[in-house]
């Protein structure tokens, strides 16, 4: 048979289901920048409740959790930030704030890993971020829980350890934007998809990693992720 295609498409990016030999295809990634208020004065902005605003990462940026961390290329300055991840199990746009939770499938952890050097020269030209943000194995994900095994968790501690070491803490509760308002707020710029992921947000303390380090999170009850650089 003739292939349309004039060389092999991508595979599909997925993320495997906890207690499921199922797996869920992943359309796109969408970011929410500093939601958290602690995070927010440490990279030197107001915590108040400005409109959020969103970057992507790209579905094949993603990492899955016990596989190594690359060090990416021209960069010296890469920072983790850890995240509370929510998958979409239904689209829509325009969705109310009080149905968003009905369009979730389910929960992971994932790290969004950030060129700081080069991200932050694009904020100094005021330039989009997508090299800080966007390269390969940016977006280490854990395994998704569905919402139907843990519900919606509203609070709930968001941490990280580098080397033993803890260097994030905070939880759900400090979200300056919760997970039904995002949603909401999302599908207002966008027609979202099942399969699309949410990255919420990272808690203050973020900071560098170096060939070599071994990065542990988690968000206690959902899930945990471990990931070494390399």
């Not at 869920?24 to 920048?33: A, E, K, Q, S, T």
């Not at 930030?81 to 009905?102: C, P, Q, R, T, Y």
């Not at 070599?212 to 945990?224: C, K, S, T, W």
Request: proline content about 7%; glycine content about 10%; charged content about 20%.
């Amino acid at each position: 048979m003739h292939n349309q295609f004039v060389f092999e498409p991508a595979p599909q990016p997925v993320l495997e289901i906890s207690n499921s030999d199922k797996l869920f295809p992943v359309h796109r990634i969408y970011c929410v920048g500093r939601n958290y208020a602690d995070h927010a004065i440490e990279m030197g902005h107001d915590p108040n409740r400005e409109p959020p605003f969103f970057f992507q990462k790209n579905p094949d940026s993603l990492l899955k959790s016990g596989q190594d961390f690359p060090y990416p290329s021209a960069t010296n300055d890469v920072h983790f930030e850890m995240e509370l991840v929510v998958a979409m199990g239904k689209g829509g746009v325009n969705i109310a704030v009080e149905a968003a939770l009905d369009h979730v499938f389910g929960y992971a952890v994932g790290l969004d890993m950030t060129r700081r050097d080069l991200q932050g020269e694009a904020k100094k030209l005021g330039r989009p971020w997508e090299v800080g943000k966007a390269f390969e194995a940016s977006a280490p994900c854990s395994q998704i829980v569905p919402a139907s095994a843990i519900g919606h968790p509203a609070k709930g501690a968001i941490w990280l350890t580098v080397n033993g070491i803890e260097r994030q803490r905070g939880d759900l509760d400090q979200l300056i934007w919760n997970i039904p308002e995002t949603i909401a707020y999302l599908s207002t710029l966008f027609s979202l998809q099942a399969g699309d992921l949410i990255f919420t947000g990272t808690p203050a303390g973020v900071g560098a990693i170096h060939r070599g380090d071994e990065m542990v999170g988690g968000v206690d009850g959902i899930a945990e992720i471990h990931v070494k650089v390399v």
